[in-house]
């Protein structure tokens, strides 16, 4: 039974991601989505935000929403999965994927990375450019999930 870990920062799910895994689950029979937890970064989302909202936007069981610390290889061998599913935007995104890609080949020979194109419709957006928009006040509506934009909403509330 083919599966694949997604693996990802998800600060915050955009559309793209969820497209993303909606076509994987077309290739593999489950997804595990694996949020990388760095305790030297602060996302704005907590990992339990994060865990809810892709929990919510993705209600198919076939969706398994986990998280992991330390080196993406070891969380592969030890849910004994070895097929990571990445995303290609642009040009731009494709040295650090083939950069991430050898090096997690060189760790782990037999764990390989299986590559999807983004959607035509999300090939422009990404987490961080959605948090950027969403704190100086612009419409994110139709980058991300609906619980994801009320989210973002209420973190950025302006007070009076
Ligand atoms: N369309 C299609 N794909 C998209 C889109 C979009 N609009 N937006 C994002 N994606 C893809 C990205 O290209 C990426 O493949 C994936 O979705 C997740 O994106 P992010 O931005 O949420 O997550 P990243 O890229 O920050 O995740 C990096 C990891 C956390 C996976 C990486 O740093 C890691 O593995 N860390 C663990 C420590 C480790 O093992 N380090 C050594 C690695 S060699």
């Known amino acids: 039974m083919p599966v694949a870990i997604y693996p990802g920062s998800f600060d915050p799910l955009t559309n793209g991601h969820l497209s993303l895994i909606q076509r994987g689950l077309q290739m593999f029979d489950r997804v595990i989505v694996a949020i990388a937890v760095n305790p030297k970064k602060t996302p704005l989302f907590t990992l339990e935000e994060r865990r809810a909202l892709i929990r919510q936007a993705c209600p198919d069981p076939r969706v398994e929403v986990d998280a992991f610390q330390g080196l993406?290889?070891?969380?592969?061998?030890?849910?004994?999965?070895?097929v990571l599913l990445r995303g290609l935007r642009a040009v731009s995104d494709f040295e650090y994927e083939f950069q991430l890609a050898n090096m997690n080949r060189k760790l782990a020979p037999g764990i390989e990375t299986v590559f999807m194109m983004t959607g035509e419709d999300y090939f422009y957006i990404s987490s961080q450019l959605v948090r950027e928009v969403a704190m100086f006040g612009g419409d994110v509506?139709?980058?991300?999930?609906?619980?994801v934009l009320a989210k973002l909403k209420e973190k950025f509330a302006r007070k009076p």
């Open 72 to 82: 993406l290889v070891e969380y592969a061998k030890q849910r004994q999965v070895n």
């Open 141 to 147: 509506t139709g980058m991300v999930p609906d619980g």
